[in-house]
Structures are given as structure tokens and as C-alpha cells.
């Protein structure tokens, strides 16, 4: 099982990204998905988890400008990301819970500058 991060990339501030991940592979059940990221110098950090049939939780410093999706028949996971700022600058890291395993993707640069 793979998950595979994009749309990552340079926006000024006030702008938007959505990045997706897409899970391959034998997959049977996935019962949490979530986005992570780490700045340089700081830990990884929840941005938005959600798990199966559960509402979906935000860090306080996303909320109201990020909006975590899924598309099950696609096996894929969205974070739409609006009113972007400098620091939410950070590699993002896509997370999923599949066959009882957890998965990551390989991240997705996000760079938010002038």
C-alpha cells in the first residue's frame, strides 16, 4: 500500500493550494486519514484528521481556512487550503490508517512567500 502526496507549491499570502493523496495498493479498510506537516526546525504537527464515520478535527491554526475532504471510490484524500499564511509554510504529510497499518506519503512542499 502506497500514498502518494501533490499539489504542493509556492503562493503568496491570502492565497490558496489543495493538495491530494492517493492511496494504491491491497486495499480493504481504511479507517482514518489525516494531514501532517513540519516546518523546518519544529515537529510534525496535526493539521486535520478525520476517522471513518467521525467528524473531522482541525489544529486551532487552521480552522476556518482549512477544510479537510475525502473521495472514497477514489481512495484519495483532499486539504483544501485557503488564506494561506508564512507560516504554514511546511512540508506536508498525507496519513492514513489502512488494513490496520498506518501509512504515510512521502510529502509535499508548501511555501507561502511574497
Known amino acids: 500500500v502506497q500514498l502518494q502526496a501533490s499539489g504542493g507549491g509556492l503562493v503568496q499570502p491570502g492565497g490558496s493550494l489543495r493538495l491530494s493523496c492517493v492511496a494504491s495498493?491491497?486495499?480493504?479498510?481504511?479507517?482514518?486519514m489525516g494531514w501532517y506537516r513540519q516546518a523546518p526546525g519544529k515537529q510534525r504537527e496535526l493539521v486535520a484528521f478525520d476517522t471513518t464515520g467521525g467528524s473531522a478535527n482541525y489544529a486551532d491554526s487552521v480552522k476556518g481556512r482549512f477544510t479537510g475532504s475525502r473521495d472514497n471510490a477514489k481512495n484519495t484524500m483532499y486539504l483544501q487550503m485557503n488564506s494561506l499564511k508564512p507560516e504554514d509554510t511546511a512540508v506536508y504529510y498525507c496519513y492514513a490508517r489502512i488494513n490496520n497499518v498506518n501509512s504515510w506519503g512521502q510529502g509535499t512542499q508548501v511555501t507561502v512567500s511574497s
Open positions: 495498493g491491497s486495499i480493504f479498510s481504511i479507517n482514518a
